[in-house]
């Protein structure tokens, strides 16, 4: 039986990392459709250049390419024991979706890491970029000098998805996007849920513990 694992919680909740440190942990492949996306576009497919031309035109990748994707994708022999999807499904059509992919032998797991809107608001509010790459948060990781990077001391900025407006959109995203999760968790098994309000290193050891059941 494969077990599938799916990673959800609101923007800033420290999701991608989780989900790394728990596919590393179990030995299981982690799948975001963000990075699918952009493995297709730089192979150079024909998929990857309707993708790339889509980006480029700023239009939304449909519901059936990214279907597509995921079907070539998880039947890799990787996925034998099992998988990680990070950020897929993000909509009840998308969870329909992904259940006919699946058979009834694959155990299905929603996997929620919980932030109250105001903490959700505080990370992603107090974050401050590079063009560099550098990443920086007003109290967590201030720079040495205010506004100023400390790798190559360029002016920090907020990047437009971190405005405040912005966050509370994205905030009501994530919501609409976990409600049919909840829902498929409640309805087939105990939801597995932690506390996002920790340490980094203490929300992988619970996520590990509550996971060891089923992996
Ligand atoms: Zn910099």
């Known amino acids: 039986m494969r077990k599938i694992f799916l990673f959800f919680g609101p923007p800033g909740s420290g999701k991608g990392t989780q989900s790394e440190a728990i596919g590393e942990y179990f030995h299981l492949p982690v799948i ?3 990075e699918l996306l952009r493995h297709e576009e730089k192979s150079g497919t024909a998929l990857g250049k309707k993708i790339a031309q889509l980006i480029d035109k700023g239009e939304l990748v449909s519901d059936e390419l990214i279907h597509k994707i995921i079907v070539e994708r998880i039947k890799r022999a990787d996925t034998a024991k099992g998988f990680i999807l990070d950020g897929y499904p ?3 059509e998308q969870l329909q979706d992904l259940l006919k992919m699946l058979s009834e032998h694959d155990l299905i797991l929603p996997v929620e890491i919980r932030v109250s809107d105001k903490e959700v608001i505080n990370r992603l509010g107090g974050r401050r970029v590079c063009d560099c790459g550098a990443t920086y948060h007003i109290i967590y990781n201030p720079p040495k000098v205010a506004g100023r990077c ?4 360029k002016e920090l900025y907020i990047r ?3 405005k405040p407006e912005i966050i509370k959109d994205r905030l009501a995203g994530y919501k609409k996007s976990a409600e049919p999760l ?3 968790a409640k ?3 105990d939801l597995i849920s932690v506390d996002g309000e920790r340490l980094i290193s203490e929300i992988t050891e619970d996520l590990i513990e509550k996971l060891s059941k089923y992996a």
Do not use: E, I
């Open 90 to 92: 993000r909509d009840a």
């Open 160 to 162: 437009p998805d971190d």
């Open 150 to 153: 400390n790798l190559c001391g």
């Open 187 to 189: 309805k087939h098994h």
């Open 32 to 34: 975001s459709t963000g």
């Open 182 to 184: 909840l829902a498929y």
